[in-house]
């Protein structure tokens, strides 16, 4: 079936170091992929996303590749801040729902 | 524009109790759809309406669980009676495409600040 892993957390970095979150993706077909964020206390907002294979989602300094050969979208950033402190979602879509990952937690320490 | 909004933020009830939660979508979005996060796990699918039918319920986990979008606009899931089980964050989300566009298109789904469910 459709899935997606993403790897566990809590993570925690120093400010302005480089931050990877890994995703990877079990589905038939070419999904829609995405990563979406949630800060303290909001909901879920999406963050950036890819629809086809070798496409590069960025948004806000992330970017994330579409990586149809290793089944892979993951998120990085180059140099994080502490308001990245969130917990960030790896989803596709697949037939207009959402299928998620368990979700990573960043905190970032000035 | 208003974004997704749901009420209540936050329930406390105790088992065996009914509880209901809503889910006002972006004005003019055809398209709701519930996802449930349980304990700190991944959020899950529950069900996704068109307007006010129901598009697909496959997740809905039991008949304990009935959503009801009546008019098309918002939409209330109604949990009764509640278990321990049912604990989580509820979060509705809505989207604009309309017809069978959305279950090819990558488009966005809005998402409200969800509800925070505990049974005692």
């Known amino acids: 079936g459709n899935s997606v892993t993403q790897m566990e957390g809590p993570v925690t970095l120093s400010e302005e170091a480089f931050l990877t979150i890994n995703c990877t993706y079990t589905?038939?077909?070419?999904?829609?992929l995405f990563w979406y964020v949630q800060y303290p206390g909001e909901g879920l907002q999406l963050l950036l996303k890819a629809t086809k294979a070798d496409d590069k989602g960025s948004n806000k300094g992330f970017e994330a590749t579409y990586r149809k050969e290793t089944t892979s979208f993951h998120l990085e950033k180059g140099s994080v801040q502490v308001s990245d402190s969130a917990v960030y979602f790896c989803?596709?879509?697949?037939?207009?729902?959402?299928?998620f990952g368990q979700g990573t937690e960043l905190s970032v320490k000035p | 524009e208003a974004g997704v909004t749901q009420f209540p933020s936050h329930s406390v009830i105790e088992k065996g109790q009914t509880v209901t939660l809503r889910c006002d979508p972006i004005s003019g979005h055809d398209n709701l759809y519930w996802y449930r996060r349980v304990m700190g796990k991944e959020i899950k699918f529950l069900l996704h309406f068109v307007k006010e039918s129901k598009q697909d319920e496959s997740g809905m986990p039991n008949n304990r669980f009935l959503a009801e979008r009546t008019g098309g606009t918002y939409s209330t899931l109604k949990v009764q009676p509640a278990e321990l089980e049912d604990s989580g964050v509820y979060f509705c989300?809505?989207?604009?495409?309309?017809?069978?566009?959305?279950?090819?298109?990558?488009?966005?789904?809005?998402f409200g600040p969800g509800t925070r469910l505990t049974v005692l």
């Open positions: 989803a596709l879509m697949k037939w207009g729902k959402l299928i």
């Open positions: 989300a809505s989207s604009q495409e309309r017809g069978g566009l959305n279950i090819l298109s990558g488009n966005e789904q809005f």
């Open positions: 589905a038939t077909g070419y999904p829609s």
